[in-house]
């Protein structure tokens, strides 16, 4: 694969196509609103289409990262969308969270108009994407994952084939129920080591190097405590997420009463101001001198 379009230069996909740019593919970009497009060009000197049909033509594969099942059902399976204009055989990978149920329409879709779908929800965030540094769960046939694997290396650490379509989208379920958890004990920890009187940097060198150890504590804790919370990640795009977990937790029996509470503390935060504020402001709720730094 060499032509490549990238559609959807939000905060996560404005570097993960940057990094496609920089290992040597000739990368198109489409973006609604233009200026970020534009901003992209001028940035790393790809090129900028006008529409959708142009961007995905002649490409040999197609990414996208957008926001929720209702921009894919506008965006790539209408008549006017992607897969409608793309070249037979060619790759589409989706980058965005979003249900397994529009993951597997998706791959009917593109099955029956000859296209290699793949859905490829990313975790690692806007600093995953700016240092090319993401994890990708991937759903899709392995038979022909050879060539997506290798484009994905472009901004990912670590790949992984998750089973048939759906299933990336299932994986990065399990993970944002995980995440919503460990940013609730870690803002818990943080609050409570402050009310007893502890120094929370001699705390955390310490309890970071054992069992409580995780990615929010070690890039976290310390913008937690300062009320910092304008990292890329906001808050209504996680409750957007959970609520995706919600329904296929419906559907499949399982019991998620830590990540329904946790989804109310979010709530609370968005009532707060805060539902651009980053996940890590639920200690906000926990320290009255706590506030975002807008």
Known sequence: MKKITFIGLGVMGFSMAGWLHRSGFDVVVFNRTKSKAEEWCKKYGGYLADNIEEAVKNSDAVLTCLGKDSDLKEIVLSDQGI????????????????????????????????????????SGGQAGAENGALTIMVGGDKKNFSPVNLLLKSYAKKIRLMGRSGSGQLAKMAN???????????????????????????????????????????????????????????????????????????????????????????????????????????????????????
């Open 83 to 122: 897969i409608k204009h793309m070249k037979k055989n060619a790759f589409y990978i989706d980058h965005t969270t979003a249900s397994a149920n529009i993951a597997k329409e998706i791959y009917s879709y593109a099955k029956n108009n000859n296209i290699n779908f793949y859905d490829a929800p990313v």
């Open 176 to 294: 944002q129920i995980a995440i919503a958890g460990v940013i609730q004990g870690l803002s818990e920890a943080l609050a409570f080591s402050k009310n007893a009187g502890l120094d929370t940097e001699i705390l955390i060198e310490v309890i970071s190097q054992g069992a409580a150890q995780s990615w929010q504590m070690d890039n976290r804790w310390k913008t937690m405590i300062d009320g910092k919370f304008d990292f890329g990640f906001a808050v209504e795009w996680m409750r957007k997420d959970l609520k995706i977990c919600f329904d296929e937790a419906s559907r499949n029996g399982s019991e998620l009463p830590i990540a329904h509470l946790i989804d109310k503390y979010y709530k609370e935060i968005e009532k707060m101001g805060g539902e651009r504020w980053d996940t890590s402001s639920l200690i906000s709720r926990l320290n009255s001198d706590i506030s975002s730094e807008k």
